[in-house]
Every structure is written in structure tokens, then in C-alpha cells.
């Protein structure tokens, strides 16, 4: 079935009801925010309810194509909406912002590269382990399930929907909705575990929160008067919006140009790989990796040209961030809205073990290695890393902004700087988009040792280097002791 202009139309119409519904709900429901359950992971869950796995299983559907309260081609739209506007999300994603050089990034956010990378990696090596252990032999699984921590914990709703036809293209469609549905429940995991976390934090005086802390919702109605950067963007925008050209034009312009940058790139490297190494049958990578890493290279091509040309004055980090936003905010609620409990029902068991094999990795980062690793305010950094390695960026700011809510430590600044060596990577990056291939052309075993490998460098790195500075090594840091006090 061809999807019309205007039945995509009245596709995005209804996503953008359901979130103007799910963020009247959180009004109405003060447990939401208790949760920082984001809107269009509730507007998602809502159409999920109201689509045919649920209502339409139930009751059937007023529609003759189609299931729950909606037609077959508003489910359809939904389907292809993630793989298009995640894109978007990460062409934007670097625009806008001044990017420093890698000697400025590793002197403020070194320790916090250290544990992010650890986190990430090691999500690689508990997922395959547990696949080559027990899912594959067991429950005869595809052996592509051990990425699934790192794509649906670290990447995310917006990663897991943007790779859905990459698991297709490899014969692994269940994996789209198992990524998925994990991320939901790290969303959730990670701030019940991290609030859970802060809070012993608290009583053994690692971390001593203010009383806003004790209160989501005042958590939220903190710091609203904006600072010094916000009130910079501001007056960018003013001076933007006196222009010819409306300044959102110019911002969507940027990133479509980013967004054929990087696809761009990605065919050229292509046809490379379809000229050398896989021109009879041999290996094929970059033919299965998505555009939307790329697109982000692309992103990042965009703004040195803008830093190059001291265009800075023209392109606003604020508008950015809006465009980017609301496009995960779709992405989120159109992949969920599609989100297949058949196949969660079929592999509750291993999805229930993947979940709980990620949440005990990036606690056990948190507990046993930050501290030995991040010499000053381990804490208030790495629950940061915590909240991103379970849920998403979100899921860390808020949970450092609850430890630390007047930033004292610097942990805000550390965290932005460490996605600039982290997010290419991993996280939704490069080797994210490749790793379900690599498993293909090389098999678990051999992507296990890989992963391995970089998780015991990084983390060899960081106790040699970083652990070294912190006399005591980190011995009764969780007691609110100082080392060597």
C-alpha cells in the first residue's frame, strides 16, 4: 500500500494531538513527572494502547484496513516515520554548538570519557555473553541480540526506531521492537534506580542535594529564570526573526544540507565497499549502516563551516534544539505507537533478562568503577553516565541536576563536553549503526573479544591514569568520606 501526502499529513496530525494529550495528562498526573516520563513516550504508549495490538485485538476496529481506532495507512505512516526523522534529529545535533578541540574536552571531561566509553562498551560484552550463553543456545535466538543493551540502553527510542530497517535488511525483524521495548524500560529503570541511587547518596553524605531535590515537581520549577547562554540565544533569535527569511526556514535549510552531506558520504563509502572488498560477494559493512550516524558527520561538517566563516551570529543552538526535539518527540511516539507486543510476549524471557543484565552493568559502573576512576565529585558526574547508559541524555541531566542541583561540581559542563568523544561512537553512532553487521560478517564470538578488549583499555586507562590522582582509590567514598581526609 502507497501512502498519499495527505494521509501522512493526517498521520502527523494525530502524533501531534496525542502529544498535546500526554502532556495535559502529566499535568493531571503528578506520578508522570515523579517518573520524568517523557510526553511522547506516554503520546506513544497511548496510540500503542489504542492501535491493533491492544483495542483492535479487543474489540476490533471501525476501519475495514486497519486495527485499534486507526486506519492501515496511519499505521503505515507511522512505520516509516522513525527511519526518516531520526535523521534529522542527529544532523542537528552538533550545529549550533561551538565545538573545542579535543585537548579542551579531555582536560574538563576526561574521567567522564572514561566511564561513558566503559559503560557503553561493556553493555557490548554483557549482551553478547549472555547471548552466546544462554539466549542463542537456549532460546534459539539470532545471535545479533547481544547488541540490543547498547542500542536500545545507550541509544535510545530514536536509535532502536532509526535502525528498524537494518534489522530488517539482516533478518532480524524482532529485534527493532525487543531494542524498543527496552528502551522504554530503561527510560523507567533509570530514573526509579537513579532517584533510589541519589537518595543513599544522600544519607551516607556522598552528595548533599538541596530541598528542591525532595520534590520533582519543584525539581522542575527550579532555575526557570534563564542564564546567561539562554538569554544569548534569545536575543539571537530576535535578531534572527527581523531578517527576510522566517529563522526556522534557515535552521531546517542547515540541516537538510547536513543530511546530504552525510548522504553523501555514506554512498560514496558504499560504492568503495562495493568496488574493493565486496565486489564478489565479500564482506559488507557500510551497505547495512543507516544514514543517521553519518548525517550527524555531516551535522558536525555543517557548523566548522559556520565556525570557518564566522557565521556563528546567524545559526542559533536554541532553534536547533528545537528541531531536533521535535522530531524525536515523532520519532519516539511513531515507533512506539508501532510497537509490536506479539513479539515482546514471544521473548519476555530473554528481553527480561537483557534488561536486567543492562541495569546490572551500569549499576555496577556507577558503584565499583567511578568512583576509582573520576578523582573529584564522582558522584554528582557519574549518575549522569548512569541516566544516559539506561535511558537517555535526559535521563542523566535530570538525575545530575537532582544530585546537584546548583551545579556546583561542574558535573553539567563535564557531561556536555564527554558527548562530543561519545556520541559519535557509540550511543547512537557509528559503531552503533555497525555493529548489527559486524555480527553478521564476523560473528558474536569475534565482536565479543573486540568489545572486550576496548572495554578493558578504557577501563585500565582510567584506573592507570585518573585513578591515580584520587588518593585512597576511591576506598569509602560511599561512607561521605573524602579520600585521604
Same mark, same amino acid.
Given at each position: 500500500?502507497?501512502?498519499t ?5 493526517i498521520?502527523?496530525v494525530l502524533?501531534g494531538?496525542?502529544l498535546?494529550?500526554s502532556?495535559t495528562?502529566?499535568v493531571?498526573m #503528578?506520578?508522570?513527572?515523579r517518573l *520524568?516520563?517523557?510526553?511522547s /513516550?506516554?503520546g506513544g504508549l497511548?496510540?500503542?494502547?489504542l492501535g ?5 485485538a479487543l474489540v476490533?476496529s471501525?476501519?475495514?484496513e ?6 492501515a495507512?496511519? !499505521? +503505515?505512516?507511522?512505520a516509516a516515520l522513525p527511519g526518516?526523522?531520526?535523521?534529522v534529529?542527529?544532523?542537528?545535533l ?6 573545542p578541540?579535543?585537548?579542551?574536552i579531555?582536560?574538563?571531561?576526561? #574521567?567522564?570519557?572514561?566511564v ?6 561493556? !553493555?557490548y ?12 543456545p537456549l532460546?534459539?535466538?539470532n545471535?545479533m541480540?547481544g547488541?540490543? &543493551?547498547?542500542i536500545?540502553? +545507550?541509544g535510545g527510542h530514536?536509535?532502536?526506531a532509526g535502525?528498524?530497517d ?9 529485534g ?7 528502551a522504554t &524500560?530503561g527510560i /523507567?529503570?533509570? /530514573?526509579?534506580?537513579? %532517584?533510589l541511587?541519589?537518595n543513599?547518596?544522600a544519607r551516607r553524605?556522598v552528595?548533599? #542535594?538541596s530541598r ?5 515537581d519543584?525539581?522542575?520549577? %527550579?532555575? !526557570?529564570r534563564p ?5 544569548s540565544?534569545f536575543?539571537?533569535?530576535?535578531e534572527?526573526e527581523a ?11 542547515l540541516v537538510?544540507i547536513?543530511?546530504v $552531506? ?7 563509502l558504499?560504492w568503495?565497499?562495493q568496488? %574493493?572488498w565486496a565486489?564478489?560477494g565479500g564482506?559488507?559493512?557500510m551497505?547495512h549502516v543507516p ?10 561538517i555543517?557548523?566548522?563551516w559556520? =565556525?570557518?566563516?564566522?557565521l ?6 536554541r532553534?536547533?534544539?528545537?528541531i531536533a ?6 520519532t519516539?511516539v ?7 507486543l506479539t513479539t515482546?510476549?514471544e521473548y519476555l $524471557?530473554?528481553?527480561?533478562?537483557l534488561a536486567?543484565a543492562? &541495569? ?5 559502573v556507577?558503584i565499583?568503577?567511578?568512583p576509582? /576512576?573520576?578523582p573529584?565529585?564522582?558522584f554528582?558526574?557519574g $549518575?549522569?553516565?548512569?541516566? !544516559?547508559s539506561?535511558?537517555v541524555t535526559?535521563?542523566g541531566l ?13 558535573a553539567?559542563?563535564?557531561f ?5 568523544m561519545f +556520541?559519535?561512537i557509540v550511543g ?5 549503526a555497525a555493529?548489527l ?8 564470538v ?6 572486550s578488549t576496548? =572495554?578493558?583499555?578504557w577501563l585500565?586507562?582510567?584506573l592507570?591514569? *585518573?585513578?591515580r590522582?584520587?588518593?585512597?582509590r576511591?576506598r569509602?567514598r560511599?561512607s ?5 581526609s
Open positions: 500500500m502507497t501512502m501526502v495527505g494521509e501522512l499529513f498521520a502527523l502524533i494531538l496525542v498535546l494529550m502532556n495528562l502529566r493531571w #503528578p506520578w508522570m513527572r *520524568f516520563l517523557p510526553s /513516550v506516554i497511548l496510540l500503542l494502547l491493533p495490538e491492544v483495542l483492535g476490533g471501525p476501519f475495514v486497519g486495527g485499534g481506532l486507526f486506519p495507512y496511519v !499505521q +503505515e505512516s507511522w526518516l526523522l531520526i535523521n534529529v542527529f544532523a542537528a552538533f550545529i549550533g554548538k561551538p565545538i578541540g579535543l585537548r579542551t579531555w582536560l574538563r571531561a576526561g #574521567p567522564q570519557v572514561v561513558g566509553q566503559t559503560m557503553a562498551w561493556g !553493555q560484552v554483557v549482551g553478547l555473553s549472555l547471548a552466546l550463553l544462554v539466549l542463542v532460546f534459539g535466538m545471535p541480540v547488541a540490543l &543493551i547498547e536500545g540502553f +545507550e530514536g536509535t532502536a535502525m528498524a537494518t534489522f530488517t535488511e539482516l533478518g532480524f525483524e524482532e527493532a521492537d525487543l531494542a524498543l521495548g527496552l &524500560i /523507567v529503570s533509570g /530514573v526509579l534506580i537513579g %532517584t541511587m541519589i543513599i547518596a553524605g552528595v548533599i #542535594p528542591e531535590t525532595d520534590d520533582p519543584a525539581l522542575m520549577a %527550579t532555575d !526557570q542564564s546567561a547562554e539562554e538569554y540565544e536575543k539571537k533569535d530576535l534572527l531578517g527576510a527569511t522566517d529563522p526556522l526556514s534557515l535552521h531546517i535549510g537538510g547536513a543530511i $552531506i552525510g548522504w553523501l558520504i555514506l554512498n560514496g558504499q568503495v565497499e568496488m %574493493t565486489r564478489d564482506l559488507e559493512i551497505a544514514l543517521f550516524p553519518i548525517a550527524m558527520i555531516g551535522g558536525v555543517v557548523q566548522l559556520v =565556525t570557518r566563516y564566522s556563528e551570529r546567524h545559526v542559533s543552538n532553534t536547533m534544539s528545537r526535539g521535535t522530531s524525536l518527540d515523532f519516539i511513531a515507533a512506539l505507537a508501532t510497537l509490536s515482546l510476549g $524471557i530473554p528481553f527480561l533478562l536486567v543492562g &541495569i546490572g552493568w551500569s549499576l555496577f556507577l565499583v568503577i567511578a576509582r /576512576v573520576i573529584e565529585n564522582w554528582e558526574r $549518575i549522569g553516565d548512569f541516566g !544516559q539506561t535511558g535526559v535521563t535530570l538525575l545530575m541536576r537532582m544530585a546537584d542541583p546548583q551545579n556546583r561540581s561542574g553539567m559542563e563535564s556536555g563536553y564527554k558527548q562530543l +556520541e559519535p547512537g553512532g557509528l559503531f552503533t555493529a553487521p559486524l555480527i553478521v560478517q564476523f560473528g558474536a569475534a565482536i565479543l573479544v573486540l568489545t576496548l =572495554t578493558l583499555a585500565a586507562f582510567g592507570l591514569y *585518573f585513578g590522582m584520587i588518593p585512597g576511591g569509602g560511599w561521605g568520606e573524602e579520600p585521604g
